[in-house]
């Protein structure tokens, strides 16, 4: 069985966590599959937006502690070494999805813990299901986060909650995570796929070119000056107004109907 499985159909790529009978837990075999899945719907033009989910009762129970306990028997220079491909792999996967042109939704259920806290937050947007619970859980094996975690909690939810998320590993609902900013909508779980579907056919008909500038300008204005954000917002404002998704959108508005984008 694959451990990731990608399903592109009408502009949406689909990337489904499918380890389900193992609270689709990261192990080897699945950080690959994700780095390479991120690395086919980069390049990938048909692609218009992005889709990340678990397979089953959980979105990712984190790491795949009955493969590290088994790994525990083998030499720690080993040991070391195969850690640090899996986390090569599955930061490879974050960086595509963080710098990819296409909006990425994560839609969460059950599980939320570990990397699969850190992946959800690697996507633009987040949508759960009012059953979901999270926990970052890494201080309850003695390591510290990756998959960019201490990256984007500080900016998502400020330092000090960042420190008490990180340090404690307390687990807490979806309301919090709600409150949190952590995702962006909390639906019942019955209405998941179809709030979820309905949000990515939404931004795949958008105009994609111009939701690729403002991703751009959104992730890097975290290390830009005001006078340098401004420029590139400039840079990219007037880069637009040269697409035909521009034209069409100022038509559609004279005209008093809904625009046909085409992603140029």
Request: aromatic share 6%.
């Amino acid at each position: 069985m694959n451990s990731v499985l990608l399903d592109i159909a009408d502009g949406i790529a689909t990337i489904t966590l499918n380890r389900p009978q193992a609270l689709n837990a990261l192990n080897h075999d699945m950080a690959r599959a994700l780095r390479d899945a991120a690395e086919h719907i980069e390049s990938d033009g048909s692609v218009r937006a992005v889709v990340v989910r678990g397979a089953g009762p959980h979105f990712m129970a984190g790491g795949d502690i009955k493969t590290f306990h088994a790994m525990l028997a083998t030499p720690a220079a080993q040991r070391l070494a195969d850690f640090e491909e899996i986390i090569a792999l599955v930061h490879d996967a974050v960086i595509r999805l963080r710098r990819m042109d296409k909006p990425v939704v994560a839609s969460v259920h059950g599980a939320v813990a570990g990397f699969g806290l850190s992946l959800m937050n690697a996507c633009d947007l987040a949508v759960a299901a009012d059953s979901a619970y999270f926990t970052l859980a890494y201080c309850h094996i003695g390591t510290s986060p990756d998959g960019g975690a201490t990256w984007s909690l500080p900016r998502l939810v400020g330092l000090k909650q960042a420190m008490e998320i990180s340090l404690l590993g307390d687990r807490f609902d979806a309301q919090r995570a709600l409150s949190l900013g952590l995702v962006n909508r909390v639906v019942p779980a019955a209405e998941l796929e179809a709030e979820t579907l309905a949000l990515a056919r939404r931004l795949a008909a958008g105009p994609t070119a111009a939701y690729a500038k403002t991703k751009r300008l959104l992730n890097d204005s975290i290390n830009r000056t005001l006078d340098s954000q401004l420029y590139a917002e400039q840079e990219n404002f007037a880069a637009s107004t040269a697409t035909e998704d521009f034209a069409e959108g100022v038509r559609a508005f004279i005209e008093k109907r809904k625009p046909t984008f085409r992603g140029c």
